[in-house]
Protein backbone atom coordinates (compact mmCIF):
# COMPACT_ATOMS: atom_id res chain seq x y z
CA UNK A 1 0.00 0.00 0.00
CA UNK A 2 2.52 2.36 1.00
CA UNK A 3 4.75 1.48 -2.03
CA UNK A 4 1.82 2.22 -4.36
CA UNK A 5 1.31 5.60 -2.54
CA UNK A 6 4.79 6.54 -3.33
CA UNK A 7 4.98 5.32 -7.30
CA UNK A 8 1.71 8.32 -7.54
CA UNK A 9 3.36 11.03 -5.13
CA UNK A 10 5.54 11.47 -8.50
CA UNK A 11 3.85 12.15 -12.28
CA UNK A 12 6.36 13.00 -14.94
CA UNK A 13 4.28 14.59 -17.97
CA UNK A 14 6.56 14.03 -21.18
CA UNK A 15 6.60 12.77 -24.38
CA UNK A 16 9.15 9.87 -25.16
CA UNK A 17 10.99 12.18 -27.41
CA UNK A 18 11.38 15.10 -25.57
CA UNK A 19 14.98 15.60 -24.81
CA UNK A 20 13.99 18.15 -21.98
CA UNK A 21 11.38 15.81 -20.44
CA UNK A 22 14.32 13.48 -20.73
CA UNK A 23 16.42 14.70 -18.31
CA UNK A 24 13.54 15.03 -15.51
CA UNK A 25 13.39 11.02 -16.31
CA UNK A 26 16.78 10.58 -16.05
CA UNK A 27 17.24 12.33 -12.59
CA UNK A 28 14.45 10.23 -11.01
CA UNK A 29 15.52 6.92 -12.18
CA UNK A 30 19.06 7.68 -11.03
CA UNK A 31 17.77 8.63 -7.61
CA UNK A 32 15.52 5.36 -7.99
CA UNK A 33 12.62 7.41 -7.72
CA UNK A 34 9.53 5.50 -8.94
CA UNK A 35 7.28 7.61 -10.97
CA UNK A 36 3.99 7.44 -13.06
CA UNK A 37 5.11 8.70 -16.78
CA UNK A 38 1.61 10.19 -18.17
CA UNK A 39 2.62 10.71 -21.97
CA UNK A 40 1.49 14.47 -23.64
CA UNK A 41 1.66 13.70 -27.14
CA UNK A 42 3.28 16.73 -29.00
CA UNK A 43 2.18 16.15 -32.37
CA UNK A 44 -1.55 17.26 -31.49
CA UNK A 45 -1.66 20.96 -31.42
CA UNK A 46 -3.45 21.90 -28.41
CA UNK A 47 -1.93 20.64 -25.31
CA UNK A 48 -4.34 18.60 -22.60
CA UNK A 49 -6.15 19.99 -19.43
CA UNK A 50 -3.36 18.42 -17.00
CA UNK A 51 -0.41 20.82 -19.34
CA UNK A 52 -2.57 23.69 -18.95
CA UNK A 53 -3.84 23.26 -15.33
CA UNK A 54 -0.14 22.45 -14.00
CA UNK A 55 2.06 24.90 -16.12
CA UNK A 56 -0.51 27.65 -16.87
CA UNK A 57 2.34 30.29 -17.73
CA UNK A 58 4.31 28.18 -20.65
CA UNK A 59 1.73 25.28 -21.31
CA UNK A 60 5.09 23.58 -22.35
CA UNK A 61 6.80 19.66 -20.77
CA UNK A 62 8.58 18.59 -18.96
CA UNK A 63 6.10 18.68 -15.16
CA UNK A 64 7.06 17.21 -12.44
CA UNK A 65 3.64 16.71 -10.31
CA UNK A 66 5.34 15.99 -6.57
CA UNK A 67 2.79 15.29 -4.17
CA UNK A 68 0.07 17.46 -6.22
CA UNK A 69 2.43 19.92 -6.82
CA UNK A 70 4.13 21.35 -10.32
CA UNK A 71 7.64 21.83 -10.91
CA UNK A 72 8.39 22.88 -14.21
CA UNK A 73 11.71 23.82 -16.29
CA UNK A 74 13.58 21.00 -17.10
CA UNK A 75 16.98 21.99 -14.97
CA UNK A 76 14.72 22.89 -12.60
CA UNK A 77 12.95 19.45 -12.19
CA UNK A 78 16.26 18.30 -12.13
CA UNK A 79 17.94 20.04 -9.27
CA UNK A 80 14.74 19.64 -7.47
CA UNK A 81 14.79 16.10 -7.42
CA UNK A 82 18.80 16.35 -6.51
CA UNK A 83 17.19 18.58 -3.66
CA UNK A 84 14.36 16.65 -2.50
CA UNK A 85 15.86 13.45 -2.71
CA UNK A 86 19.37 13.87 -0.87
CA UNK A 87 19.86 10.84 0.52
CA UNK A 88 21.05 9.32 -2.60
CA UNK A 89 23.98 10.19 -4.85
CA UNK A 90 24.12 13.84 -5.42
CA UNK A 91 24.20 14.63 -9.05
CA UNK A 92 25.18 18.28 -8.53
CA UNK A 93 28.57 18.25 -6.42
CA UNK A 94 29.70 19.69 -3.16
CA UNK A 95 31.66 22.30 -4.33
CA UNK A 96 30.29 25.47 -5.41
CA UNK A 97 32.75 26.37 -7.90
CA UNK A 98 31.83 23.35 -9.87
CA UNK A 99 27.94 23.51 -8.89
CA UNK A 100 28.56 26.49 -10.89
CA UNK A 101 30.36 25.60 -13.60
CA UNK A 102 27.64 22.59 -14.06
CA UNK A 103 25.33 25.09 -14.20
CA UNK A 104 27.11 27.56 -16.63
CA UNK A 105 27.52 24.83 -19.12
CA UNK A 106 23.70 23.41 -18.39
CA UNK A 107 22.99 26.61 -19.37
CA UNK A 108 25.13 26.38 -22.33
CA UNK A 109 24.02 23.46 -23.83
CA UNK A 110 19.78 24.89 -23.56
CA UNK A 111 21.07 28.34 -24.92
CA UNK A 112 23.24 26.84 -27.43
CA UNK A 113 23.12 23.47 -28.22
CA UNK A 114 19.31 23.05 -28.75
CA UNK A 115 19.20 26.20 -30.73
CA UNK A 116 21.73 24.89 -33.54
CA UNK A 117 19.90 21.73 -33.74
CA UNK A 118 16.73 23.15 -34.54
CA UNK A 119 18.15 25.48 -37.17
CA UNK A 120 19.60 22.36 -38.62
CA UNK A 121 16.80 20.06 -38.95
CA UNK A 122 14.76 23.02 -40.00
CA UNK A 123 17.14 25.10 -42.35
CA UNK A 124 18.62 23.92 -46.10
CA UNK A 125 21.09 24.32 -47.63
CA UNK A 126 24.02 26.75 -46.93
CA UNK A 127 22.50 27.36 -43.48
CA UNK A 128 21.74 24.07 -42.74
CA UNK A 129 25.62 22.85 -43.44
CA UNK A 130 26.45 26.38 -41.35
CA UNK A 131 24.15 25.69 -38.03
CA UNK A 132 25.71 21.84 -38.47
CA UNK A 133 29.46 23.36 -37.70
CA UNK A 134 28.05 26.17 -35.26
CA UNK A 135 26.78 22.09 -33.33
CA UNK A 136 29.64 20.74 -33.51
CA UNK A 137 31.45 23.61 -32.59
CA UNK A 138 29.35 23.70 -29.34
CA UNK A 139 29.83 19.92 -28.96
CA UNK A 140 33.71 20.16 -29.52
CA UNK A 141 33.54 22.97 -26.60
CA UNK A 142 31.54 20.47 -24.28
CA UNK A 143 34.55 17.74 -25.15
CA UNK A 144 37.01 20.25 -23.61
CA UNK A 145 35.13 20.56 -20.67
CA UNK A 146 34.86 17.04 -20.11
CA UNK A 147 38.83 16.21 -20.80
CA UNK A 148 39.33 12.94 -19.84
CA UNK A 149 37.23 12.17 -17.33
CA UNK A 150 34.50 9.50 -17.05
CA UNK A 151 31.65 12.07 -16.68
CA UNK A 152 31.26 15.72 -16.73
CA UNK A 153 30.26 15.00 -12.87
CA UNK A 154 33.70 13.65 -12.72
CA UNK A 155 33.96 10.13 -11.71
CA UNK A 156 30.00 9.80 -11.10
CA UNK A 157 27.47 10.44 -13.55
CA UNK A 158 26.00 14.07 -12.63
CA UNK A 159 23.94 17.03 -13.20
CA UNK A 160 25.89 18.29 -16.51
CA UNK A 161 25.42 14.27 -17.79
CA UNK A 162 21.87 14.42 -17.66
CA UNK A 163 21.63 17.46 -18.57
CA UNK A 164 23.54 16.73 -21.82
CA UNK A 165 23.18 13.09 -22.85
CA UNK A 166 19.58 13.13 -24.43
CA UNK A 167 21.11 15.45 -26.94
CA UNK A 168 23.03 12.10 -28.16
CA UNK A 169 20.41 10.06 -29.31
CA UNK A 170 20.16 12.99 -32.34
CA UNK A 171 23.58 12.04 -33.24
CA UNK A 172 22.14 9.19 -35.73
CA UNK A 173 19.49 12.08 -36.93
CA UNK A 174 23.15 14.37 -37.78
CA UNK A 175 24.64 11.56 -39.88
CA UNK A 176 21.84 10.65 -41.29
CA UNK A 177 20.28 14.31 -42.21
CA UNK A 178 23.56 15.56 -42.53
CA UNK A 179 25.84 12.90 -43.62
CA UNK A 180 28.24 14.34 -40.22
CA UNK A 181 30.80 11.71 -39.04
CA UNK A 182 29.92 11.76 -35.50
CA UNK A 183 32.29 9.62 -34.69
CA UNK A 184 35.29 11.40 -36.40
CA UNK A 185 34.09 14.72 -35.58
CA UNK A 186 33.39 14.04 -31.91
CA UNK A 187 35.51 11.31 -30.63
CA UNK A 188 35.69 11.97 -26.91
CA UNK A 189 31.90 13.17 -26.27
CA UNK A 190 30.95 9.20 -28.40
CA UNK A 191 33.32 7.77 -25.94
CA UNK A 192 31.33 9.39 -23.26
CA UNK A 193 28.04 8.22 -25.07
CA UNK A 194 28.85 5.24 -25.27
CA UNK A 195 30.16 5.42 -21.22
CA UNK A 196 26.38 6.35 -20.09
CA UNK A 197 24.99 4.21 -22.36
CA UNK A 198 26.14 1.39 -19.90
CA UNK A 199 23.51 2.85 -17.48
CA UNK A 200 20.49 1.17 -16.82
CA UNK A 201 18.61 4.61 -16.57
CA UNK A 202 19.87 5.91 -20.08
CA UNK A 203 19.34 2.69 -21.75
CA UNK A 204 16.16 3.01 -20.75
CA UNK A 205 15.37 6.55 -21.16
CA UNK A 206 16.72 7.67 -24.07
CA UNK A 207 15.20 6.15 -27.25
CA UNK A 208 17.25 4.88 -30.48
CA UNK A 209 18.61 7.06 -32.62
CA UNK A 210 16.40 5.59 -35.78
CA UNK A 211 13.44 6.46 -33.58
CA UNK A 212 14.55 9.98 -32.57
CA UNK A 213 15.09 10.55 -36.20
CA UNK A 214 12.32 9.27 -37.64
CA UNK A 215 9.71 11.78 -35.21
CA UNK A 216 11.90 14.56 -35.85
CA UNK A 217 11.76 13.97 -39.65
CA UNK A 218 7.62 13.96 -38.65
CA UNK A 219 8.17 17.33 -36.79
CA UNK A 220 10.40 19.57 -38.92
CA UNK A 221 8.70 17.59 -41.74
CA UNK A 222 11.94 17.02 -43.86
CA UNK A 223 12.32 14.76 -46.49
CA UNK B 1 38.63 35.07 11.06
CA UNK B 2 40.29 33.31 7.89
CA UNK B 3 41.30 35.10 5.19
CA UNK B 4 39.55 34.31 1.82
CA UNK B 5 40.55 34.61 -1.52
CA UNK B 6 39.82 38.47 -3.23
CA UNK B 7 36.69 39.04 -5.06
CA UNK B 8 36.28 41.05 -7.64
CA UNK B 9 33.17 41.91 -10.12
CA UNK B 10 33.77 42.71 -13.94
CA UNK B 11 30.82 44.65 -14.64
CA UNK B 12 29.28 47.70 -16.09
CA UNK B 13 27.40 49.91 -13.58
CA UNK B 14 24.38 50.39 -16.19
CA UNK B 15 23.48 46.79 -16.36
CA UNK B 16 20.98 45.34 -14.71
CA UNK B 17 22.29 41.86 -15.31
CA UNK B 18 25.74 43.37 -13.43
CA UNK B 19 23.34 44.69 -9.98
CA UNK B 20 22.45 40.96 -9.86
CA UNK B 21 25.81 40.07 -8.90
CA UNK B 22 26.80 43.02 -6.72
CA UNK B 23 23.36 42.82 -5.01
CA UNK B 24 24.23 39.21 -3.93
CA UNK B 25 27.71 40.10 -2.95
CA UNK B 26 26.18 43.32 -0.81
CA UNK B 27 23.74 41.10 0.77
CA UNK B 28 25.96 38.12 1.67
CA UNK B 29 28.49 41.21 3.17
CA UNK B 30 31.41 39.94 0.51
CA UNK B 31 33.70 42.90 -0.15
CA UNK B 32 34.97 42.65 -3.87
CA UNK B 33 36.50 45.43 -5.81
CA UNK B 34 34.40 46.35 -9.08
CA UNK B 35 36.30 46.59 -12.44
CA UNK B 36 34.32 48.79 -14.73
CA UNK B 37 34.61 47.35 -18.12
CA UNK B 38 34.30 49.36 -21.25
CA UNK B 39 31.37 47.54 -22.92
CA UNK B 40 32.81 49.34 -26.42
CA UNK B 41 36.32 48.14 -26.12
CA UNK B 42 36.59 44.95 -24.33
CA UNK B 43 39.50 44.02 -21.92
CA UNK B 44 41.69 40.95 -21.90
CA UNK B 45 41.26 40.12 -18.23
CA UNK B 46 37.04 39.59 -19.36
CA UNK B 47 37.43 38.29 -22.01
CA UNK B 48 39.94 35.54 -21.23
CA UNK B 49 37.24 34.61 -18.34
CA UNK B 50 34.03 34.42 -20.42
CA UNK B 51 35.30 33.10 -23.60
CA UNK B 52 32.41 32.36 -24.46
CA UNK B 53 29.57 34.66 -23.74
CA UNK B 54 32.26 37.42 -23.76
CA UNK B 55 29.65 39.28 -21.37
CA UNK B 56 29.18 41.07 -18.01
CA UNK B 57 29.15 40.58 -14.91
CA UNK B 58 32.06 37.61 -14.77
CA UNK B 59 33.17 37.41 -10.69
CA UNK B 60 36.83 36.37 -10.23
CA UNK B 61 36.89 34.69 -6.65
CA UNK B 62 40.80 33.93 -6.43
CA UNK B 63 41.81 32.30 -9.29
CA UNK B 64 38.02 31.27 -9.88
CA UNK B 65 35.91 32.78 -13.03
CA UNK B 66 32.24 32.48 -12.63
CA UNK B 67 30.12 33.73 -15.74
CA UNK B 68 25.93 34.19 -16.10
CA UNK B 69 24.38 36.85 -13.46
CA UNK B 70 22.15 34.18 -11.74
CA UNK B 71 24.77 31.53 -11.90
CA UNK B 72 26.57 34.22 -9.74
CA UNK B 73 23.89 34.59 -7.50
CA UNK B 74 23.93 31.09 -6.76
CA UNK B 75 27.72 30.95 -6.29
CA UNK B 76 27.76 33.58 -4.38
CA UNK B 77 24.99 32.43 -2.12
CA UNK B 78 27.03 28.71 -1.76
CA UNK B 79 30.19 29.93 -1.28
CA UNK B 80 30.40 32.84 1.41
CA UNK B 81 28.50 33.00 4.85
CA UNK B 82 25.61 34.87 5.29
CA UNK B 83 22.24 35.50 5.22
CA UNK B 84 20.72 32.63 2.74
CA UNK B 85 19.92 34.18 -0.60
CA UNK B 86 18.00 31.19 -2.01
CA UNK B 87 14.88 29.80 0.38
CA UNK B 88 15.45 26.78 2.29
CA UNK B 89 12.41 24.44 0.68
CA UNK B 90 13.37 22.92 -2.56
CA UNK B 91 10.04 23.33 -3.68
CA UNK B 92 10.38 27.50 -2.75
CA UNK B 93 13.74 27.38 -4.60
CA UNK B 94 12.10 25.70 -7.70
CA UNK B 95 9.52 28.60 -7.28
CA UNK B 96 11.88 30.90 -7.13
CA UNK B 97 14.35 29.65 -9.99
CA UNK B 98 11.10 29.08 -12.25
CA UNK B 99 10.23 32.83 -11.76
CA UNK B 100 13.80 34.45 -12.50
CA UNK B 101 13.88 32.50 -15.83
CA UNK B 102 10.49 33.63 -16.48
CA UNK B 103 11.89 37.13 -16.41
CA UNK B 104 14.59 36.79 -18.58
CA UNK B 105 12.38 35.02 -21.30
CA UNK B 106 8.86 36.63 -20.92
CA UNK B 107 9.27 39.79 -19.89
CA UNK B 108 12.70 41.47 -20.82
CA UNK B 109 12.76 39.48 -24.26
CA UNK B 110 9.50 40.54 -25.71
CA UNK B 111 9.93 44.14 -24.35
CA UNK B 112 14.03 43.98 -25.78
CA UNK B 113 11.85 43.33 -29.26
CA UNK B 114 9.58 45.94 -28.57
CA UNK B 115 12.28 48.38 -29.06
CA UNK B 116 13.21 46.26 -32.06
CA UNK B 117 9.85 46.42 -33.87
CA UNK B 118 7.07 48.69 -35.01
CA UNK B 119 3.22 49.06 -35.38
CA UNK B 120 1.55 45.96 -34.59
CA UNK B 121 4.53 43.67 -34.28
CA UNK B 122 5.20 46.09 -31.50
CA UNK B 123 1.96 46.48 -29.74
CA UNK B 124 1.95 42.94 -29.34
CA UNK B 125 5.11 42.27 -27.56
CA UNK B 126 4.36 45.37 -25.10
CA UNK B 127 0.92 43.28 -24.80
CA UNK B 128 3.21 40.20 -23.71
CA UNK B 129 5.32 42.17 -21.85
CA UNK B 130 2.51 43.30 -19.40
CA UNK B 131 0.48 40.52 -19.17
CA UNK B 132 3.75 38.55 -18.00
CA UNK B 133 4.82 41.37 -15.44
CA UNK B 134 1.14 41.35 -13.98
CA UNK B 135 2.01 36.94 -13.39
CA UNK B 136 5.39 37.88 -11.83
CA UNK B 137 3.84 40.60 -9.88
CA UNK B 138 0.89 38.35 -8.57
CA UNK B 139 3.79 36.19 -6.69
CA UNK B 140 4.50 38.80 -4.49
CA UNK B 141 1.13 37.92 -2.78
CA UNK B 142 1.13 40.59 -0.29
CA UNK B 143 4.43 40.11 0.74
CA UNK B 144 7.37 42.46 1.47
CA UNK B 145 9.59 41.08 -1.07
CA UNK B 146 9.27 38.13 -3.66
CA UNK B 147 11.78 36.50 -1.09
CA UNK B 148 8.91 37.40 2.11
CA UNK B 149 10.41 39.49 4.87
CA UNK B 150 13.76 40.02 3.53
CA UNK B 151 15.04 40.59 -0.06
CA UNK B 152 15.93 37.42 -1.70
CA UNK B 153 17.24 35.42 -4.92
CA UNK B 154 14.30 36.57 -6.48
CA UNK B 155 13.78 40.35 -5.98
CA UNK B 156 17.56 40.12 -6.84
CA UNK B 157 16.37 38.22 -10.19
CA UNK B 158 13.90 40.82 -11.00
CA UNK B 159 15.66 43.72 -10.12
CA UNK B 160 16.18 45.36 -13.08
CA UNK B 161 12.22 46.09 -12.41
CA UNK B 162 12.89 48.09 -9.37
CA UNK B 163 14.84 50.51 -11.20
CA UNK B 164 15.49 50.31 -15.09
CA UNK B 165 12.06 50.25 -15.79
CA UNK B 166 11.94 54.10 -13.96
CA UNK B 167 14.73 55.26 -16.23
CA UNK B 168 12.63 54.36 -19.37
CA UNK B 169 9.55 55.52 -18.28
CA UNK B 170 11.98 58.70 -17.40
CA UNK B 171 13.37 59.21 -20.56
CA UNK B 172 9.84 58.38 -22.57
CA UNK B 173 7.73 60.18 -20.48
CA UNK B 174 5.23 57.00 -20.69
CA UNK B 175 4.88 54.56 -17.62
CA UNK B 176 5.01 51.04 -18.12
CA UNK B 177 3.95 50.20 -14.99
CA UNK B 178 1.10 52.26 -14.95
CA UNK B 179 -0.17 53.66 -11.53
CA UNK B 180 -3.17 51.91 -11.89
CA UNK B 181 -2.15 48.37 -12.72
CA UNK B 182 0.98 47.49 -11.29
CA UNK B 183 0.57 49.03 -7.72
CA UNK B 184 2.35 46.04 -6.10
CA UNK B 185 5.49 46.02 -8.00
CA UNK B 186 5.71 49.56 -7.80
CA UNK B 187 5.80 49.03 -3.76
CA UNK B 188 7.93 46.10 -4.10
CA UNK B 189 10.73 48.60 -6.23
CA UNK B 190 10.46 51.20 -3.70
CA UNK B 191 11.28 48.67 -0.81
CA UNK B 192 13.87 47.46 -3.06
CA UNK B 193 15.78 50.29 -3.56
CA UNK B 194 15.26 50.99 0.10
CA UNK B 195 17.71 48.45 1.01
CA UNK B 196 21.07 49.32 2.70
CA UNK B 197 23.01 46.48 1.18
CA UNK B 198 21.23 47.23 -2.31
CA UNK B 199 21.47 51.15 -2.20
CA UNK B 200 25.40 50.49 -2.30
CA UNK B 201 25.08 48.86 -5.49
CA UNK B 202 22.28 50.34 -6.87
CA UNK B 203 23.08 53.20 -9.76
CA UNK B 204 21.03 56.44 -9.89
CA UNK B 205 17.95 56.82 -11.94
CA UNK B 206 20.12 59.94 -13.67
CA UNK B 207 23.29 57.64 -14.15
CA UNK B 208 21.58 55.32 -16.38
CA UNK B 209 20.02 57.57 -17.80
CA UNK B 210 22.94 59.29 -19.21
CA UNK B 211 24.42 55.93 -20.18
CA UNK B 212 21.83 55.12 -22.57
CA UNK B 213 21.29 59.01 -23.75
CA UNK B 214 25.11 58.64 -25.25
CA UNK B 215 23.90 55.46 -27.13
CA UNK B 216 22.05 55.37 -30.19
CA UNK B 217 19.46 53.14 -28.06
CA UNK B 218 17.40 56.79 -27.23
CA UNK B 219 15.67 57.06 -30.39
CA UNK B 220 14.63 53.15 -30.48
CA UNK B 221 13.01 53.97 -26.78
CA UNK B 222 10.97 56.82 -28.09
CA UNK B 223 9.29 54.90 -30.75
CA UNK B 224 8.71 52.24 -28.11
CA UNK B 225 6.75 55.37 -25.53
CA UNK B 226 4.58 56.33 -28.68
CA UNK B 227 3.39 52.99 -29.41
CA UNK B 228 2.40 52.91 -25.72
CA UNK B 229 0.98 56.61 -25.85
CA UNK B 230 -1.70 55.02 -28.37
CA UNK B 231 -2.25 51.99 -26.13
CA UNK B 232 -3.12 53.78 -23.31
Known amino acids: MAAAAAAVEVTVVDFWCNEFGMRARLALREKRVPFEFVEEDLRVRERSDLVRRMNPVHRAIPILIHAGRPVCGSLNIVEYVDEVWSKTPRLLPADPLERANARFWADFVDQKVYDAQARFFTNRGEEKAAAMAELLGHLRRLEAVLRDRPFFGGDEFGFLDVALVPFSSMFYGYERHGGVDMEAECPVLLRWVRRCGERVSVRDVLPSGQDMYAIHKEFYQTE | ?232
Not at chain 2, 141 to 161: E, N, P, T
Request: hydrophobic letters at 45%.
Open chain 2, 1 to 232: MSSSPPVKLIGHFASPFVHRAAAALRLKGVPYEFIQEDLENKSELMLANNPIHKKVPVLLHGDRAVCESLVIVEYVDEAFDGPPLLPADPYDRAMARFWAHFMDTKCRTPLVLSFLTEGEQQEGFLKETKENLALLEAQLDGKRFFGGDSVGYLDIALSGMSRWMAVFEEMTGVSLLADDDFAALRRWAKEYTSNEAVMQCLPGIEQIKGHFSATAKKDKVKAVATAMQQQQ
